[in-house]
C-alpha cells in the first residue's frame, strides 16, 4: 500500500512537473487574445480578419488579416506574422462575409463549434458586404469597439427590429425540425456599423434578407416583439408614434383534409409618445383609428415576412414545421421529409390586436 501511495505521489509531481510548468504552458504576452472574427470567403480558401487585445502600455486593438484553406489554418498563420499563440477564450463575436452565407456557413462554422477552445455562445452576424470591412471600420480616426460591435446584437429588446443569435441556438435552428435559422445582417453607413436587417438561411445556405419592418413582423410572429416604436399616419389624425409596451403572441394549428392550418393572433399594447399634425381631442375616436392602423400595418409587415421568407424561399423561419410536429407527428412524419414543397400547401391566417393606452381626455392644442 505505501508503494501504490508514492507512485501515486511521484506520478502527481511528474505531471504538474512536465504539464503545468512544460511547454505546453504560454504566458499572455505569448498569445493572442482575440476579441473578435471576421472570416470571408475567397476563390482558394478563406481570409480571416482578427481583432485583438493590445498590450497594456498600447491603446486601441490590434488588427490582422491572414489567410489559409480553412478558417483554422488561416488563423493558425497569424502565428506566422506575430510569434504568438491565437487564443479564443476572449472572443465576443463572429462576422461571416456574405460570400460565406451565399457558400454555405457549415463550409466556414464548423471550427467555431468543434474546436476545444472556442465558446459556442459567441455572438453571430453576417456581413451586408464583407466581414474585414466591419471589422476594420473606423469612425474618427479609431476602429469601432468591439464592445459597440457585441452591443447590436442585443438593440432588438430597445427597437424591436433586430435579432440576436449565437452558434448554439443558429445550429439548433438548423437541425430543428421544420426550421430555418436567422441572423442579423450588419453593415456600415456613413462610417458607423449598424444592423440593416435579417438574413435567411435554407441548409446554411443564404437565402435572402429580410428589412428592418419585416424583421418586425418577423419578430412578431414569434412574439418576440415587445418593445421599440411604431410610427402610423392618419388624415383623421396626423402622425402618431407609439411605443410597445407589451406584446405576445399565439400560434393555433388545425387540420382540415390532411392541410396544415397555422393562425397566429398577435396583441399589442402600446403608449402614445409623440403626436405631429392636425388632430383633434384626444378620444375614443382618435385611439380607434390609431390602433386600427397600427393593427393594420404590423399585419402588413408581419405578412410580408412571412410571404418572402416562408412562401416565396421556402424558408420556415418561424418553426411552424416544428410546431405541426410537436402538436400532430403522426401526420408530421409523413410530410417532414416534403416540407419544403407541403409549406406551400399550408393555410396561414394572420390577426393583430392592437391596445393603445388611453390618456387623459382633451389634446395637446388644449382642446379646441
Same mark, same amino acid.
Given at each position: 500500500?505505501?508503494?501504490?501511495?508514492?507512485?501515486?505521489?511521484?506520478?502527481?509531481?511528474?505531471?504538474?512537473?512536465?504539464?503545468?510548468?512544460?511547454?505546453?504552458?504560454?504566458?499572455?504576452?505569448?498569445?493572442?487574445?482575440?476579441?473578435?472574427?471576421?472570416?470571408?470567403?475567397?476563390?482558394?480558401?478563406?481570409?480571416?480578419?482578427?481583432?485583438?487585445?493590445?498590450?497594456?502600455?498600447?491603446?486601441?486593438?490590434?488588427?490582422?488579416?491572414?489567410?489559409?484553406?480553412?478558417?483554422?489554418?488561416?488563423?493558425?498563420?497569424?502565428?506566422?506574422?506575430?510569434?504568438?499563440?491565437?487564443?479564443? =477564450?476572449?472572443?465576443? /463575436?463572429? &462576422?461571416? @462575409?456574405?460570400?460565406? *452565407?451565399?457558400?454555405? %456557413?457549415?463550409?466556414?462554422?464548423? +471550427?467555431?463549434?468543434?474546436?476545444?477552445?472556442?465558446?459556442?455562445?459567441?455572438?453571430?452576424?453576417?456581413?451586408?458586404?464583407?466581414?474585414?470591412?466591419?471589422?476594420?471600420?473606423?469612425?474618427?480616426?479609431?476602429?469601432?469597439?468591439?464592445?459597440?460591435?457585441?452591443?447590436?446584437?442585443?438593440?432588438?429588446?430597445?427597437?424591436?427590429?433586430?435579432?440576436?443569435?449565437?452558434?448554439?441556438?443558429?445550429?439548433?435552428?438548423?437541425?430543428?425540425?421544420? =426550421?430555418?435559422?436567422? /441572423?442579423? &445582417?450588419? @453593415?456600415?453607413?456613413? *462610417?458607423?456599423?449598424? %444592423?440593416?436587417?435579417?438574413?435567411? +438561411?435554407?441548409?446554411?445556405?443564404?437565402?435572402?434578407?429580410?428589412?428592418?419592418?419585416?424583421?418586425?413582423?418577423?419578430?412578431?410572429?414569434?412574439?418576440k416583439l415587445g418593445n421599440g416604436e411604431i410610427v402610423v399616419k392618419g388624415d383623421?389624425?396626423?402622425?402618431?408614434?407609439?411605443?410597445?409596451?407589451?406584446?405576445?403572441?399565439?400560434?393555433?394549428?388545425?387540420?382540415?383534409?390532411?392541410?396544415?392550418?397555422?393562425?397566429?393572433?398577435?396583441?399589442?399594447?402600446?403608449?402614445?409618445?409623440?403626436?405631429? @399634425?392636425?388632430?383633434?381631442?384626444?378620444?375614443?375616436?382618435?385611439?380607434?383609428?390609431?390602433?386600427?392602423?397600427?393593427?393594420?400595418?404590423?399585419?402588413?409587415?408581419?405578412?410580408?415576412?412571412?410571404?418572402?421568407?416562408?412562401?416565396?424561399?421556402?424558408?420556415?423561419?418561424?418553426?411552424?414545421?416544428?410546431?405541426?410536429?410537436?402538436?400532430?407527428?403522426?401526420?408530421?412524419?409523413?410530410?417532414?421529409?416534403?416540407?419544403?414543397?407541403?409549406?406551400?400547401?399550408?393555410?396561414?391566417?394572420?390577426?393583430?390586436?392592437?391596445?393603445?393606452?388611453?390618456?387623459?381626455?382633451?389634446?395637446?392644442?388644449? @382642446?379646441?
Amino acid at each position: 500500500m505505501k508503494i501504490r501511495r508514492c507512485c501515486a505521489v511521484l506520478f502527481v509531481g511528474f505531471f504538474v512537473c512536465t504539464v503545468l510548468s512544460g511547454c505546453g504552458y504560454r504566458e499572455l504576452h505569448q498569445r493572442i487574445l482575440i476579441q473578435g472574427i471576421g472570416v470571408d470567403k475567397t476563390g482558394d480558401g478563406y481570409t480571416v480578419t482578427v481583432r485583438a487585445a493590445s498590450p497594456e502600455e498600447e491603446e486601441g486593438d490590434e488588427l490582422y488579416s491572414c489567410q489559409g484553406g480553412s478558417v483554422l489554418e488561416a488563423l493558425s498563420n497569424l502565428s506566422l506574422s506575430t510569434g504568438r499563440e491565437p487564443f479564443y =477564450s476572449h472572443n465576443y /463575436l463572429v &462576422v461571416f @462575409g456574405r460570400s460565406c *452565407g451565399e457558400e454555405g %456557413l457549415d463550409k466556414s462554422m464548423d +471550427f467555431f463549434i468543434r474546436y476545444y477552445n472556442t465558446r459556442p455562445t459567441v455572438q453571430m452576424y453576417l456581413a451586408e458586404d464583407t466581414a474585414e470591412e466591419i471589422l476594420s471600420a473606423k469612425m474618427d480616426d479609431k476602429m469601432i469597439s468591439i464592445q459597440t460591435l457585441q452591443n447590436l446584437g442585443q438593440t432588438g429588446k430597445y427597437n424591436g427590429k433586430a435579432v440576436s443569435m449565437d452558434f448554439l441556438e443558429f445550429v439548433n435552428s438548423a437541425q430543428r425540425p421544420g =426550421s430555418s435559422p436567422v /441572423l442579423p &445582417v450588419v @453593415g456600415i453607413k456613413w *462610417g458607423k456599423a449598424e %444592423l440593416c436587417g435579417t438574413a435567411y +438561411f435554407q441548409n446554411y445556405q443564404l437565402a435572402g434578407i429580410l428589412g428592418l419592418e419585416e424583421t418586425r413582423g418577423y419578430l412578431a410572429i414569434k412574439g418576440k416583439l415587445g418593445n421599440g416604436e411604431i410610427v402610423v399616419k392618419g388624415d383623421d389624425f396626423g402622425t402618431v408614434t407609439l411605443t410597445v409596451s407589451q406584446g405576445k403572441s399565439e400560434t393555433e394549428i388545425s387540420s382540415k383534409d390532411d392541410i396544415p392550418n397555422f393562425r397566429t393572433v398577435y396583441q399589442v399594447t402600446a403608449d402614445v409618445s409623440a403626436i405631429s @399634425g392636425e388632430h383633434g381631442k384626444l378620444d375614443e375616436s382618435f385611439y380607434a383609428s390609431v390602433e386600427e392602423k397600427a393593427a393594420q400595418q404590423i399585419r402588413e409587415e408581419m405578412t410580408s415576412a412571412l410571404e418572402k421568407s416562408l412562401m416565396k424561399e421556402q424558408c420556415d423561419i418561424f418553426g411552424f414545421g416544428n410546431l405541426f410536429s410537436q402538436k400532430e407527428p403522426k401526420q408530421w412524419k409523413k410530410i417532414s421529409q416534403q416540407w419544403d414543397e407541403e409549406m406551400l400547401r399550408c393555410n396561414y391566417e394572420i390577426q393583430v390586436e392592437a391596445t393603445v393606452l388611453r390618456m387623459e381626455q382633451g389634446s395637446l392644442n388644449g @382642446g379646441k
